[in-house]
């Protein structure tokens, strides 16, 4: 909250552990205190567009436990603590763009629009995402496989080809939409 006010933020809120504590994930893990920032989307509701997790503790059971409390385990002090920030690209374009949600953005706008119509429009989302993701993927070396990355990939790839047996979709919109996503991102990535 200091640290906030200092720099001219006015709009400070605080909240319990279950709204700004992040972790641990899985059964175990880092976890923290988290500061998240919030901007106005055009439809004039509150996007969250960064967050910043202070990991300080480990806590050895999962979030469910954590929150419960009463399993008598304990958040036990990092020797070494962090920092983990991400901050989301599409929903800081959203703000940016004066747009009320990402697929309306720049970023994937030029995805959907080569997308057949009759399409129900929460599968084209999917299906524009999960293009741009495997193109990503790719790019980084990745390949279909049953373990980590290579098991993301594949299930991607599943749910986009799902998606294209039920619309039947011309394989060529594989092609496109793909290529429109290195077009847009190669020379950045």
């Not at 700004?20 to 509701?45: D, H, K, L, R």
Request: with cysteine.
């Amino acid at each position: 909250r200091a640290i906030w006010k200092s720099l001219g933020v006015d709009d400070v809120r605080e909240q319990g552990l279950e709204d700004v504590f992040w972790g641990p994930t899985g059964n175990s893990g880092p976890c923290g205190p988290t500061t998240e920032i919030y901007c106005e989307n055009s439809a004039g509701g509150k996007a969250e567009v960064w967050n910043i997790v202070f990991n300080e503790f480990f806590f050895p059971g999962s979030r469910v436990e954590l929150l419960a409390g009463g399993s008598g385990k304990k958040l036990e002090r990092l020797k070494i603590p962090g920092v983990d920030t991400g901050m989301g690209l599409e929903r800081l374009a959203m703000i940016v763009q004066n747009k009320n949600n990402i697929f309306d953005t720049d970023l994937f706008a030029p995805l959907l629009v080569l997308l057949p119509s009759g399409v129900k429009e929460r599968h084209q989302r999917i299906t524009a995402d999960h293009l741009r993701a495997i193109s990503f993927l790719l790019a980084d070396g990745v390949r279909p496989s049953n373990k980590e990355a290579g098991y993301i990939l594949r299930r991607l790839l599943r749910r986009v080809l799902v998606y294209g047996k039920i619309y039947n979709f011309d394989d060529a919109i594989f092609t496109e939409i793909i290529g429109k996503t290195v077009e847009d991102y190669g020379i950045f990535y």
